[in-house]
């Protein structure tokens, strides 16, 4: 069986409270050899911290989503900080911005935002970024926070990490939407690509596009499960399983083979999983 890995799910959410163990075996029988679990909020993050010391193959992001982005004080950031130290947290995330629900200001989404991307450079560890209908203020911060070299900066009070030579090392946009249009800027700050559920959709032309355009060592594939179920399942609730559709429709998209996207797709997440610039 080929190795497959969800780059993005949410396991720890309710959708999951009565079968979660059951969907778990269910992905390790599907050849899920690694799921990146992110939280969305400091509940969220300590639970995908348990879920990643219960299963060997689960591995957590910790972070506060921009919808609750006014939760985000010094004293969650600390909590944060405490919480990455775990030797699986192997991310900062998810985080950025949304400014199609806009729950949360969007001056302190940008200051949340801000705030985990510096705890991220501090610890060393790669960004899960968020970005709905808020791409042109991401990149802006993005561009900032990585515009020091391999070896890391601060200036201007603001840090960027090392990137230790490791290919799309400062991390993932994860469900990436911002278009062809900036996917070379985006590649150019260091950042992976995640393709999700989206790219099976008949009328998903654009994230189709981006799945065959990006370059093969930057791609990702998720499920962002429960949620952006693939077809088809559509409709329904979504699990790390099912990440086989998103492979099977990059592998369509680029005019190769499902086991060619999954072995670097793979291959690409166990590097961003083991980085530690
Ligand atoms: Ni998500």
Not at 197 to 204: H, M
């Given at each position: 069986m080929i190795d497959l890995i969800d780059s993005h799910a949410h396991l720890d959410f309710p959708q999951f409270n009565d079968d979660r163990e059951i969907v778990i075996k269910r992905a390790r029988e599907a050849g899920l050899v690694a799921i990146l679990n992110v939280g969305t909020d400091l509940a969220s993050s300590r639970a995908a911290v348990a879920l990643a010391e219960q299963y060997d193959f689960i591995y957590a992001a910790v972070g506060v989503h921009p919808h609750d982005a006014k939760t985000v004080t010094p004293d969650v950031l600390a909590e944060l900080r405490a919480l990455a130290r775990h030797p699986k947290v192997v991310a900062v995330g998810e985080i950025g911005l949304d400014y199609y629900r806009d729950l949360s200001p969007r001056p302190v989404q940008r200051r949340a935002f801000a705030d985990q991307l510096a705890l991220a450079a501090e610890l060393r560890l790669p960004v899960v970024i968020h970005s709905r209908e808020a791409h042109d203020d991401v990149l802006a911060v993005l561009r900032e926070w990585g515009r020091f070299p391999p070896g890391g900066g601060t200036e201007g009070g603001v840090t960027s990490p090392p990137v230790g030579g490791i290919e799309g090392g400062r991390g993932i946009l994860h469900s990436y939407s911002a278009g062809l249009e900036r996917l070379e800027e985006v590649l150019k700050l260091g950042f992976s690509i995640g393709i999700s559920?989206?790219?099976?959709?008949?009328?998903?032309t654009g994230v189709r596009a981006v799945a065959a355009a990006v370059s093969l060592e930057r791609l990702l594939v998720e499920t962002d499960c429960p949620y952006l179920t693939p077809v088809p399942y559509r409709g329904r609730r979504n699990e790390p399983a099912y990440v086989r559709y998103v492979i099977e429709a990059v592998a369509r998209a680029r005019g190769t083979s499902a086991e060619v996207v999954a072995h670097a797709t793979a291959d690409n997440a166990w590097r961003l999983l083991r980085c530690r610039f």
């Open positions: 559920g989206p790219v099976t959709f008949p009328k998903a």
